[in-house]
């Protein structure tokens, strides 16, 4: 069960109903979800009506192997007990409404390109599963989650694959995961512009209670690895954006930089796979920043591959190693992380957390922490407490485990 945090939208039960009201009001109720009971009383209260359909899919945490999904490399990401809920019914056109910032329905048309507003995300499904021949004629569509966006935790792959899913199944298609995240990554990468991997949309389907997920992205190969742990969440306060941040010139450079080692290494297939004992001389050869974007991708090959086998083995404290060089990495080679991220790290290091980093695409967003079991409330208050007094505000920090993937919550 997960606290939601219901933004701009008051949310209380009342006798056996519920109510969503003062959307003027920036009161927060903490409320419990389980279920798509939520998403439904939205749905009822916008559109006066059932939903026929309620899919749901999680957030992610990358415990390592950071930019690697598009350089070829393996990736180690879990779910996080925190999700997006898409509850739809077919109708003539699109309409969307959603319990975060924006409080009136909106109407989409199925044609149109993208606006920069979230409901890209979802239109951007529409789209791809009308080339497929899977997308309803039009829907009423209800998003409500407890995943923030801008804090590197996967929202938008929770929201597409989730739109895929509901939208799917309203057209009479009980889509494959695999067809799931390829209608998700096509949304986010043509459709929103962001250039990014696969990883993401990966583990919010294909995701499984209790365990992380060994993605070798070179040959798609999935190996789920056994994470019993809780993990928490610290937030930096800095929110990233995707679309127009620091990522895409990032991927550009990577890109760049493997067409500059091919004029030395042909049939190099990727960035990722570059042999380790080259690094030096391939560092030699290329332009800055070129040479510090491939140390980090090809050390962080080595480091993703070191974290499963610790992983695997339990053995949590060279887990934990291993995130905190991975940080170092992205701080020094990789330029995709925020100064408050690097103190975070360095706080929590400090009062005895086997690890933590930053998670996601960067530029923002939020650490992820591995501690000793039962510590990690008052490693988080004591960092946080340290932060406070450098940055005036106090990072709310969360547990979470490793949860559960895509669902289609109900069907009528
Ligand atoms: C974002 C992208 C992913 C991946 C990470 C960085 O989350 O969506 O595909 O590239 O950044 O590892």
Redesign the pocket.
Same mark, same amino acid.
């Given at each position: 069960m997960a606290a939601l945090r219901v933004s701009y939208v008051t949310y209380c039960r009342q006798g056996t109903g519920y109510l969503f009201n003062g959307i003027h009001s920036q009161a927060f109720l903490l409320v419990i979800l389980s279920s798509a009971e939520p998403v439904t009383a939205l749905f009822h209260h916008t559109y006066g009506c059932s939903p026929a359909v309620v899919a749901s899919a999680p957030g992610?945490v990358?415990l390592i *192997?950071?930019? =690697?999904?598009?350089n070829g490399g393996p990736?180690l990401p879990f779910a996080i007990d925190r999700r997006t809920w898409v509850a739809a019914t077919p109708s003539r056109d699109f309409t969307l409404v959603s319990s975060g910032t924006d409080q009136a329905p909106i109407q989409r048309g199925g044609e149109e390109g993208a606006r920069g507003h979230w409901s890209d995300y979802v239109m951007g499904v529409v789209r791809e599963l009308r080339r497929e021949g899977n997308a309803p004629a039009g829907a009423r569509l209800a998003v409500l989650s407890d995943i923030e966006a801008g804090a590197?935790l996967?929202s938008?792959?929770a929201l597409t694959v989730a739109s895929a899913a509901a939208c799917g199944r309203l057209a009479g298609e009980e889509l494959s995961h695999e067809a799931l995240v390829d209608t998700a990554f096509r949304a986010?990468y043509d459709f929103v512009g962001?250039r990014? +991997? !696969?990883?993401?949309?990966t583990i919010v389907a294909h995701a499984i209670a209790g365990t992380a997920l060994f993605f070798d992205t070179a040959t798609e190969a999935r190996t789920t690895v056994p994470f019993p742990y809780e993990a928490w969440i610290i937030p930096t306060g800095v929110a990233h954006v =995707?679309a127009d941040g620091g990522?895409n010139a990032r !991927?550009a450079e990577c890109e760049e930089a493997l067409r500059l080692c091919r004029q030395r290494w042909p049939s190099l297939p990727t960035l990722a796979s570059l042999d380790p004992s080259l690094l030096a001389e391939a560092v030699g050869t290329l332009p800055p920043p070129l040479g510090r974007r491939l140390r980090h991708v090809v050390t962080e090959v080595e480091r993703t591959r070191q974290a499963a086998v610790a992983l695997e083995g339990g053995d949590i404290p060279a887990l934990g190693r291993l995130l905190v060089a991975g940080h170092e990495s992205l701080r020094v080679d990789f330029e995709?992380t925020v100064d408050e991220a690097d103190r975070l790290v360095d706080l929590v290091v400090g009062q005895g957390a086997y690890g933590a980093r930053l998670t +996601?695409? *960067?530029w923002g967003g939020s650490v992820v922490m591995l501690a000793p079991e039962g510590r990690g409330r008052e490693i988080a208050d004591a960092a946080g407490a340290a932060f406070a007094r450098l940055y005036g505000r106090t990072p709310a920090a969360w547990q979470t485990r490793a949860a559960g993937g895509v669902t289609v919550e109900r069907a009528a």
């Open positions: 992610r990358n *192997g950071e930019h =690697l999904d598009y990736v590197g996967s938008s792959a986010e962001v990014c +991997g !696969r990883m993401d949309q =995707l990522f !991927r995709s +996601g695409a *960067g």
